[in-house]
T-cell receptor, first 108, second 111 residues
Framework: GENVEQHPSTLSVQEGDSAVIKCTYS??????FPWYKQELGKGPQLIID?????GEKKDQRIAVTLNKTAKHFSLHITETQPEDSAVYFC???????FGQGTILTVHP | NAGVTQTPKFQVLKTGQSMTLQCAQD?????MYWYRQDPGMGLRLIYY???????DKGEVPNGYNVSRLNKREFSLRLESAAPSQTSVYFC??????????FGQGTRLTVV
């Protein structure tokens, strides 16, 4: 079945710095790659997604890149703010398989 | 528009008891999912339903059964609860290759 690996598991940055989270996937048939943010006590919420016919997508301070040949995709957050602190998950569809999550902490 | 509704929000079971977690969505989505979330383990897929009348095993199906009752509802049953099933359970729904929407979760403790 589909396997999604996510790194790093924890990431600590200073406010204003950039943060990068990387994921790899195993199923070459996957063609939709969402990123979710989960705050404490809540269900995950979509922050950005990318489809396999696109290499990069940007939404304000958040961008995602996809390399289908290498089967990896990355989340980039620029100008980080304390409210960006949360757990971030990548996923691949298929069956919507998630990575292990990254705890992002942004220090003021 | 309620989105995805899960019940109950909290539950404590004794080892060996059974229970059913309910999930309903009002977005006319074909696909529905059940996940469990444990500390440091991310979201692991238990079962998946691509459409009404179909279900498929995910990564961790042992000890669980599911029913896709109709397009709106997808229930998860624990026949004989074990302490290893203590977790937070999330239901989600989506159309194919589009955003999945999650419920608020069910926190289950098996003692």
């Amino acid at each position: 079945g589909e396997n999604v690996e996510q790194h790093p598991s924890t990431l600590s940055v200073q406010e204003g710095d950039s943060a990068v989270i990387k994921c790899t996937y195993s199923d070459s048939a996957s063609n939709y790659f969402p990123w979710y943010k989960q705050e404490l006590g809540k269900g995950p919420q979509l922050i950005i997604d990318i489809r396999s016919n696109v290499g990069e997508k940007k939404d304000q301070r958040i961008a995602v890149t996809l390399n289908k040949t290498a089967k990896h995709f990355s989340l980039h957050i620029t100008e980080t703010q304390p409210e960006d602190s949360a757990v971030y998950f990548c996923a691949a569809m298929g069956k919507l398989t998630f990575g292990q999550g990254t705890i992002l902490t942004v220090h003021p | 528009n309620a989105g995805v509704t899960q019940t109950p929000k909290f539950q404590v079971l004794k080892t060996g008891q059974s229970m059913t977690l309910q999930c309903a969505q009002d977005m006319n989505h074909n696909s529905m999912y059940w996940y469990r979330q444990d500390p440091g383990m991310g979201l692991r897929l238990i079962y998946y339903s691509a459409s009404e009348g179909t279900t498929d095993k995910g990564e961790v199906p042992n000890g669980y059964n599911v029913s896709r009752l109709n397009k709106r509802e997808f229930s998860l049953r624990l026949e004989s609860a074990a302490p290893s099933q203590t977790s937070v359970y999330f239901c989600a729904s989506s159309r194919l290759n589009t955003e999945a929407f999650f419920g608020q979760g069910t926190r289950l403790t098996v003692v």
